[in-house]
């Protein structure tokens, strides 16, 4: 029943959602909402180099694609695997992850939240099973259909618990593909302080933990919106310094901030990035 409902949603064309939101967002009642106010924020703290009138606009922006990759994870829910990665139109550097699937020596695929994370995820097991931590939803009836949905083709879902920690890194070191996404903020004390836009963030050490450890491959990847409003996937190499004992964890943020400053209005903004800051300062409060 889920699956319907989410296939009737799916039928809405891309391009009418797009003018019907575009539409409404100049009545501006969007400003009003916590999505808005927590994206503007991060927005402040993120390019202290753009005035208000730019924030605003790149703020606005991002509120519009928020909506509009909900309607792309409703897509990638409702088709097929081999369906849903039509939806792709470009993809840089598919080479380089082709590549490393071939070698078969396992590769660590680290994406961040921009657009759809469930699209982009079926677009990757289009080419290979992967071993996939997964953040348990909190309704119950979605979280099964969620999990359902990455589970499909043989792929392995584990809670981001102790175990599925452990789950990941075995399957790892037994040269599969594993992907993480490395952006959100760490349960209390799975974390570090790591410099993100030159600013203290809690961040998760996993993903660049297990390449660093392993010595393995990895990329860096995201789902992009390009010319036309078509998607992409952008594919980049992590960098060497992540294999550098005294580099590795703030390699991983400066891969984070790379990918993010491709397109900004297409990462999820809305997100409370900064709330463990390392003041102690809770930026979100008045919102």
């Known amino acids: 029943r889920m699956k319907s409902l989410f296939y009737i949603a799916s039928l809405i064309p891309a391009s009418f959602l797009r003018k019907l939101v575009t539409l409404t967002s100049k009545t ?3 400003k009003t909402s916590s999505t808005y106010k927590v994206t503007l924020r991060n927005l402040e703290m993120t390019y202290k ?3 208000q009138v730019e924030l605003e606009q790149l703020a606005e922006e991002s509120f519009i694609e928020t909506i509009l990759s909900g309607h792309e994870t409703i897509k990638s ?3 097929p695997i081999h369906i849903s990665g039509k939806n792709i139109f470009r993809i840089e550097n598919n080479y380089l992850l082709n590549r490393y699937i071939d070698e078969g020596n396992g590769v660590a695929v680290i994406a961040i939240h921009n657009r759809s994370v469930d699209m982009l995820l ?3 097991n289009t080419k290979c099973e992967t071993t996939t931590l997964y953040k348990k939803v909190k309704i119950k009836a979605l979280d099964r259909f969620v999990r359902k949905q990455r589970e499909g083709k043989n792929n392995n879902v584990y809670e981001t618990t102790i175990t599925g920690v452990r789950k990941i890194f075995q399957a790892y ?3 599969k593909t594993i992907c993480i996404a490395a952006d959100q903020v760490p349960q209390e004390g799975m974390g570090e302080y790591i410099k993100l836009f030159n600013i203290d963030a809690y961040t998760t050490t996993l993903a660049s ?3 660093h450890k392993t010595q393995k491959p ?3 990847i995201c789902l992009n919106s390009f010319e036309n409003n078509k998607l992409g996937v952008t594919i980049k190499p992590c960098r060497k310094d992540i294999y550098n004992e005294s580099k590795y964890k703030l390699s991983l943020n400066k891969s984070i901030e790379s990918l993010i400053n491709i397109n900004p209005k297409d990462y999820s903004w809305e997100y409370k990035r900064y709330k463990k800051l390392l003041s102690g300062e ?3 409060k008045d919102i």
């Open 173 to 175: 070191k037994a040269n």
């Open 28 to 30: 501006k009642i969007f």
């Open 218 to 220: 990895a990329v860096f």
């Open 77 to 79: 829910w409702s088709k």
């Open 209 to 211: 933990s297990l390449v």
């Open 49 to 51: 180099h753009l005035d």
């Open 122 to 124: 079926k677009w990757i």
């Open 282 to 284: 809770n930026p979100y």
